[in-house]
């Protein structure tokens, strides 16, 4: 796993600290760094989850960590949605539902910071059920 190393280094993880979360032993990591083995599906699943980057740049298919997601967003409406006036109190999403197709929609931005920070503690709690 050309870039699990990487990702551990950026969050500041040892190699212990992150196989506690994943449950496998601190040997075990070093050998997915060094490519002498590979994890699991799961264990896979669980890396890019906690390093918050994809499981292509853990693997190495993609150098981007954070690759932007395919917003399918119209050439006419990318028009509109730059014609509107800014303000500052609405943000836009683009969100992609379960059929595949994508939508633009205006959120407040209070309600948006709202599910981000509910997002951090939901985070935190996984990180604390998977320490115990």
Known sequence: MKNLKIARIKKGFTQEELGKMVNVQKSAVSKYERGEIQPSQEVLMAFSRILEVTTDYLLGISDDPHPMPNTNITPERA?????????????????????????????????????????????????????D
């Open 79 to 131: 028009k509109e949605l730059l014609r509107k006036p800014q303000n500052p109190d609405i943000v836009l999403i683009s969100v992609q539902g379960s059929n595949g197709e994508s939508e633009t929609i205006e959120m407040p931005k209070k309600e948006f910071d709202d599910l981000l920070e509910l997002k951090k503690v939901l985070h935190r709690q996984m990180l604390k059920h998977l320490e």
